[in-house]
């Protein structure tokens, strides 16, 4: 299973996700999911992947050779995001019906992913690209966008993510999604990775990966859990209670 989350706000963007790609008593996986890929001077991208694994590293290796060979289509000629996510459906379903129809394999090969970024001259963008390969952008009424096991992480940015929310408050929002998550389902686990994109700056101002160990994420579950359970024990008493 797998939990990505990404956030967009005034100043740029935020983008968090897990590591574990399978789960079970005897076999665990882990691999990043979250991929970047820069075009110096004029775009930067993110990219987060859920779904079957053959199916999203297939097309993290394409993006990253069609870069690497100069060719007529990649991620470099793209004019805005709208045509990154294009480009990118194109290649997943390219990909998924290659493993379905040609080897003709009958597992699910469905793919989905999370693209945000900038491109010089356009504002920052968030969209979520689905199996077949069509897109849809976030909305300044819920400006963030789930992949994978979401419920129990959509609280939170429900409560908290607004437009106008810093960078600093969306990416510790983003953390507590994914603690709230791992919470409920042993699926979801660390390495988490996390990204902070500021508006114009075409580069990461801050990338983390955080362990369930590492200082300030163990320092922030504590509080968050300790907060929550503070918050409990002063609701208002029913009027039963007080006679």
Same mark, same amino acid.
């Given at each position: 299973?797998?939990?990505?989350?990404?956030?967009?706000?005034?100043?740029?963007?935020?983008?968090?996700?897990?590591?574990?790609?399978?789960?079970?008593?005897?076999?665990?996986?882990?691999?990043?999911?979250?991929?970047?890929?820069?075009?110096?001077?004029?775009?930067?991208?993110?990219?987060?992947?859920?779904?079957?694994?053959?199916?999203?590293?297939?097309?993290?290796?394409?993006?990253?050779?069609?870069?690497?060979?100069?060719?007529?289509?990649?991620?470099?000629?793209?004019?805005?995001?709208?045509?990154?996510?294009?480009?990118?459906?194109?290649?997943?379903?390219?990909?998924?019906?290659?493993?379905?129809?040609?080897?003709?394999?009958?597992?699910?090969?469905?793919?989905?992913?999370?693209?945000?970024?900038?491109?010089?001259?356009?504002?920052?963008?968030?969209?979520?690209?689905?199996?077949?390969?069509?897109?849809?952008?976030?909305?300044?009424? &819920? %400006? *963030?966008?789930?992949?994978?096991?979401?419920?129990? =992480?959509?609280?939170? /940015? +429900?409560?908290?993510?607004?437009?106008?929310?810093?960078?600093?408050?969306?990416?510790?929002?983003?953390?507590?999604?994914?603690?709230?998550?791992?919470?409920?389902?042993?699926?979801?686990?660390?390495?988490?990775?996390?990204?902070?994109?500021?508006?114009?700056?075409?580069?990461?101002?801050?990338?983390?990966?955080?362990?369930?160990? &590492? %200082? *300030?994420?163990?320092?922030?579950?504590?509080?968050? =859990?300790?907060?929550? /359970? +503070?918050?409990?024990?002063?609701?208002?008493?029913?009027?039963?209670?007080?006679?």
């Amino acid at each position: 299973m797998t939990y990505c989350v990404a956030i967009a706000v005034d100043k740029g963007l935020v983008f968090a996700s897990d590591s574990r790609t399978n789960a079970g008593v005897d076999h665990i996986s882990v691999y990043p999911k979250m991929n970047t890929f820069e075009i110096p001077g004029r775009a930067y991208f993110v990219l987060c992947s859920a779904g079957n694994l053959a199916t999203t590293q297939a097309v993290v290796k394409a993006i990253q050779r069609d870069l690497d060979h100069e060719v007529s289509e990649s991620l470099a000629t793209c004019r805005d995001m709208s045509d990154a996510a294009r480009y990118i459906g194109t290649l997943s379903v390219r990909h998924r019906l290659y493993y379905q129809k040609e080897l003709e394999q009958k597992a699910t090969f469905d793919a989905s992913f999370l693209l945000g970024g900038q491109v010089r001259g356009e504002s920052p963008d968030l969209m979520m690209i689905y199996p077949e390969g069509n897109y849809i952008t976030y909305s300044p009424y &819920s %400006p *963030y966008m789930q992949l994978g096991e979401t419920k129990y =992480g959509k609280p939170i /940015l +429900d409560r908290v993510i607004k437009c106008a929310t810093s960078l600093e408050d969306a990416a510790k929002c983003a953390l507590v999604s994914l603690d709230s998550t791992m919470r409920s389902n042993l699926s979801v686990a660390p390495p988490i990775d996390l990204l902070i994109l500021e508006k114009d700056a075409f580069e990461p101002a801050h990338r983390w990966q955080l362990k369930l160990n &590492s %200082p *300030y994420y163990a320092s922030l579950r504590k509080r968050w =859990g300790e907060g929550l /359970l +503070d918050l409990f024990n002063n609701l208002p008493a029913f009027d039963w209670e007080k006679e």
